[in-house]
């Protein structure tokens, strides 16, 4: 059975990076999308892009400027990075396996989710 | 941007009730919608995907339906674990937007 682990620092400081990896055991990270999803109280679950295993991306608009999605496949890794965080922000981040049945997509198996601050 | 607006935002059912929750997007999307339901402190479990397809190990007491604009989720017999926060997904755009949440709370 699948199962998605995320880690990376729960505090950062405005205008650096948020950085956090999900780590995927129980099956293979290959031949799978990857995707990666935000919670907070005020704006509810924003989508935040999705990476496939073989390195292919596709992003938020509202976010895409700041955001760089990499997987290693070696570890059965996948991370992301955003830059020039602010109090926005904030939020519980939580990795998924992205499902394309046809041209439909859906998030079948998560992880538990990592609360990330930003703040000084 | 597709806008997705569930209704109620929030309910109160007893047990063995049916319950059913809207889901309208501001543009056609055929059939690409998903549900999902969440718990306090947990992460989002799929329930529905492509607005009718019940996720393998879901209950069939929960079923969705609907195309283009109008979706609804049905939960027919609810019991004490489905009390919960419901959320649909369109997977039509690149942004993937999920609507506010209904909750169902507990009468």
């Known amino acids: 059975q699948v199962q998605l682990q995320e880690s990376g620092p729960g505090l950062v400081k405005p205008s650096e990076t948020l950085s956090l990896t999900c780590t995927v055991s129980g099956g293979s990270i290959s031949g799978f999308y990857w995707s990666w999803i935000r919670q907070t109280p005020e704006k509810g679950l924003e989508w935040v892009g999705y990476?496939?295993?073989?390195?292919?991306?596709d992003y938020n608009p509202s976010l895409q400027s700041r955001v760089t999605m990499s997987v290693d496949t070696s570890k059965s890794q996948f991370s992301l990075k955003l830059n020039s965080v602010t109090a926005a922000d904030t939020a519980v981040y939580y990795c998924?396996?992205?499902?394309?049945?046809?041209?439909?997509?859906?998030?079948?198996?998560w992880g538990k989710g990592t609360t990330v601050t930003v703040s000084s | 941007d597709i806008q997705m607006t569930q209704s109620p935002s929030s309910l109160s059912a007893s047990v063995g009730d049916r319950v059913s929750i809207t889901c309208r997007a501001s543009q056609t999307m055929n059939k690409y919608l998903n549900w999902y339901q969440q718990k306090p402190g947990k992460a989002p479990k799929l329930l529905i995907y492509?607005?009718?397809s019940l996720q393998s190990g879901v209950p069939s007491r929960f079923s969705g339906s609907g195309s283009g604009t109008e979706f609804t989720l049905t939960i027919g017999g609810l019991q004490p674990e489905d009390f919960a926060t419901y959320y649909c997904?369109?997977?039509?755009?690149?942004?993937?937007?999920f609507g506010q949440g209904t909750k169902v709370e507990i009468k």
């Open positions: 990476i496939y295993y073989t390195g292919s991306t």
């Open positions: 997904q369109e997977s039509y755009s690149s942004l993937r937007t």
């Open positions: 998924a396996r992205l499902l394309r049945l046809g041209s439909y997509y859906y998030m079948d198996v």
């Open positions: 492509g607005a009718s």
